[in-house]
């Protein structure tokens, strides 16, 4: 008799892999943002200008997930901030089980945040625990304010909305009520922040919010420690 093994399915897997990077998050206090939009929405751009102003007041470290090239993660690596790439080899978003390895490369004990960049995808990052405290998915006006109800998933599970490219909003037809609107129609708790990476406005409600989840994240790990 052939004997035969049958592997647990991939979402459970995935949770106890979520399950055991969230128990070395806590350990350490860092808080971990897990950053989700479609392609070109700005998510990297958005990353770019978060890093820079946060400088000198947090220890930030950044995933880039990629499904081939190391772009981006030269990007971030150019802003000064410890950076690992993941390239998923064809799959179109993380899993938990790509983070943990990745953890090895950094000095956990000394970060404050880590921000995962995922796979640039609107529909299935969102059904993957990495582990991570929160998430925020950029949002461009450029991309139409359809999004939302299009793919609701990743807007009900994420704590903030950063909808990027405000500077190119009068030459769309976005209706920027509308769609607001609609993104607390799905999830009436979600954080709204106008920014322009492009132009450097209007991060400072942003940066005040991660400041904000660092200290209870560091608040709640000295605790249990
Ligand atoms: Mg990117
Ligand atoms: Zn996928």
């Not at 929405?41 to 950044?62: F, M």
Request: charged residues 25%.
């Amino acid at each position: 008799m052939v004997k035969v093994r049958l592997a647990a399915p991939v979402l459970q897997q995935n949770e106890e892999a979520a399950r055991e990077n969230r128990i070395s998050f806590q350990k350490h206090g860092i808080f971990v943002l897990n950053l989700m939009s479609s392609p070109g929405s700005g998510k990297t751009s958005t990353l770019e200008r978060t890093i820079e102003h946060l400088a000198g007041s947090l220890n930030l470290a950044v995933i880039e997930g990629d499904i081939y090239t190391t772009r981006d993660a030269e990007r971030i690596e150019k802003r000064g901030a410890p950076v690992v790439q993941i390239n998923t080899a064809g799959s179109c978003h993380l899993d938990a089980r790509m983070i943990k390895p990745a953890l090895e490369d950094f000095d956990l004990g000394k970060l404050d945040l880590l921000i995962i960049e995922n796979v640039g995808n609107l529909v299935c990052p969102a059904e993957f625990d990495l582990g991570e405290d929160a998430r925020a998915v950029v949002l461009s006006v450029t991309e139409g304010s359809d999004k939302p109800m299009k793919y609701p998933l990743i807007f009900r599970q994420a704590q903030v909305v950063l909808i990027n490219k405000m500077d190119l909003l009068p030459y769309t037809d976005c209706d920027l009520p509308l769609l607001e609107k609609e993104l607390k129609s799905i999830n009436p708790e979600l954080e709204l922040f106008q920014i322009s990476a492009r132009e450097n406005t209007g991060f400072s409600p942003w940066l005040e919010w991660l400041k904000k989840q660092v200290k209870i994240k560091k608040q709640t790990a000295d605790q249990t420690s």
